[in-house]
């Protein structure tokens, strides 16, 4: 307490007693009623209470865990790391284990694709043409996983008919996997009766290319063949 604060402690306490006679208290009354009461409080004990420090332990073990969690299950909060295609990851926490998934592939497909090829694989007359035996489809899945990731435009031939058409390089914005679903599904629908494609493989495909625009029926026929007509 400093000095500039005691006379005024010294003017209240005069003036407490002298209101002492009209509020009915002497200050040997109140000393007893402040007794009593401090009699109700606990008795102030030194040192400090156990449990405070072992809840803030607790606290900061529950930070430290949730901090391990989310860097050991948020996957970098990469937003598409509930996709549809998301690989599973293993019981074990082990590497991951790509399965093609045509199911997947279906709905993927018919968000990107059904639209052209019609979700029947057979395309449109004239405009779209069928993916349900197409030998383009078939045989080595380079061939297609190129024609997805860079576009195809050009005239081409489908069981016969002819295609002047451009289709879009749809699958530079899917990733790896979404692409292998994709494929897998389109060479195992309708009749196609061709392996699955593995993200691996899309990878390693999309790598090669590089920076690639849209390709022509020749260039991709040049570099795979079709092996069935
Ligand atoms: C905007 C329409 C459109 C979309 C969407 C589209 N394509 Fe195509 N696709 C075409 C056209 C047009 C051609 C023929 C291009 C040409 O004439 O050179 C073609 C050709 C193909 C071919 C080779 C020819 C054949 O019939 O086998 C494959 C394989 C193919 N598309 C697969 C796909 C897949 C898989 C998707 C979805 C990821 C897809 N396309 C999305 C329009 C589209």
């Known amino acids: 307490m400093n000095d500039s604060q005691r006379p005024n402690d010294r003017q209240r306490r005069p003036r407490a007693s002298n209101n002492a ?7 040997g ?10 009699l109700d409080k606990e008795e102030p004990s030194e040192g400090f209470a156990l449990l405070p420090v072992i809840i803030v332990f607790l606290f900061c073990g529950f930070g ?8 050991r ?6 937003p598409g790391s509930f996709d549809l295609d998301a690989p599973r990851a293993l019981a074990d926490n082990g590497p991951r284990e790509f ?13 990107n694709c059904a639209s052209c090829h019609q979700a029947t694989g057979l395309g449109l007359p004239g405009a779209f043409p069928p993916l349900a035996g ?15 990731i860079g576009g195809l435009a050009g005239e081409l031939e489908v069981k016969g008919a002819k295609y002047i058409g451009a289709m879009p390089n749809i699958g530079a914005n899917l990733k790896d996997a979404q692409v292998a679903h994709i494929a ?12 699955p494609v593995t993200d691996a493989k899309v990878a390693e495909i999309r790598k090669a290319m590089g920076v690639h625009g849209s390709y022509s029926p020749a260039e991709i026929l040049q570099a795979h063949p079709l092996e069935t007509k």
């Open 64 to 71: 430290f865990w949730a901090g391990l969690y989310l860097t």
């Open 21 to 27: 006679g009209s509020e009915g208290f002497s200050d």
């Open 29 to 38: 009354r109140l000393v007893e009623v402040h007794n009593q009461l401090a």
């Open 99 to 111: 399965e093609p998934d045509p199911v997947k592939g279906e709905k993927l497909f018919v968000m």
């Open 184 to 195: 897998t599904y389109v060479r195992q629908a309708w009749g196609n009766t061709a392996g």
């Open 134 to 148: 197409s030998p383009w489809v078939a045989g080595n899945e380079d061939r297609m996983i190129k024609i997805i």
């Open 73 to 78: 299950n948020a996957d970098s909060f990469n």
